[in-house]
């Protein structure tokens, strides 16, 4: 049974741009071999359903407000295709940890 | 791709305030966003800019909140002269931004695949440019193969 990745994708609205790199980044996480259970929020929810625990992996496209002990990544590239390789090898290497 | 005649805002000459304004009257005559959504659009982007430097041209995808909106759409602006917006995620990064995709958001998962296409278009090596440069903006853009 594949290990499920509880992911948080983050963006201003918590619509638009999060939707898109949630997508884009599930993908590659279960290329991996995981599962992969997806969320987005806004900065403002993110600060505080983070702290609550449940996700293993963050990514965003607008920071975070705070400090956290779940790894979280700048995935902006994922959208722009500059950095792209940047951002994947980052969620491999939290995802190993 | 949902790309319409009644969308689109070509060969613009103006600063980044007049380019939200004329997006803002377009969508609300097109009835896809409420009144708020100029200041609801001006606000968000001073707080999460939109701009994406692309391998290509810099584009810009100023949105809002869903509340904003009526009907999910995506207004295509053409900019003779590029205008400056800063980096989503990084707002000490400047973009010059060429086209603006307006996306208008009910935040329902219907624009999943619109958002989807819109991603790999961004990352195309010769699409955004060959729309930029394009005679005719529509038909461009309806070229796109999905």
Excluded at chain 1, 22 to 42: D, F, H, M, R, T
Excluded at chain 2, 23 to 43: I, P, Q
Excluded at chain 2, 63 to 91: S, T, W, Y
Aim: glycine share 6%; net charge neutral.
């Amino acid at each position: 049974m594949a290990k499920t990745i509880n992911l948080l994708a983050v963006c201003g609205s918590g619509t638009v741009s999060s939707t898109m790199v949630a997508e884009k980044a599930s993908s590659y996480i279960e290329s991996l071999g995981y599962n992969v259970n997806s969320q987005e929020l806004n900065p403002q929810q993110a600060s505080v359903r983070i702290p609550e625990g449940q996700f293993d992996l963050v990514i965003y496209t607008s920071p975070i407000p705070g400090t956290f002990e779940v790894p979280i990544i700048n995935a902006t590239g994922l959208l722009t295709g500059i950095g792209e390789e940047q951002v994947y090898s980052e969620i491999k290497q939290a995802l190993e940890k | 791709m949902r790309f319409a005649k009644e969308l689109l805002l070509d060969d613009l000459k103006v600063n980044k305030q007049e380019l939200f304004k004329k997006a803002a009257d377009k969508l609300c005559k097109e009835g896809f966003v409420k009144e708020s959504y100029l200041s609801a659009l001006t606000n968000r982007e001073k707080v999460f800019p939109t701009g994406l430097q692309t391998k290509t041209i810099g584009v810009a995808i100023p949105h809002c909140d869903p509340e904003n909106v009526k009907k999910d759409g995506i207004l295509v602006a053409r900019l003779k002269q590029p205008v400056q917006f800063n980096q989503m995620g990084d707002a000490e990064t400047k973009v010059n931004v060429y086209l603006a995709f307006f996306i208008c958001s009910t935040g329902g998962n219907e624009q999943l695949a619109d958002l989807r296409e819109l991603m790999k278009m961004f990352q195309d090596k010769d699409f955004l440019t060959t729309v930029y440069k394009s005679e005719s903006l529509l038909k461009t853009l309806l070229s796109w193969k999905e």
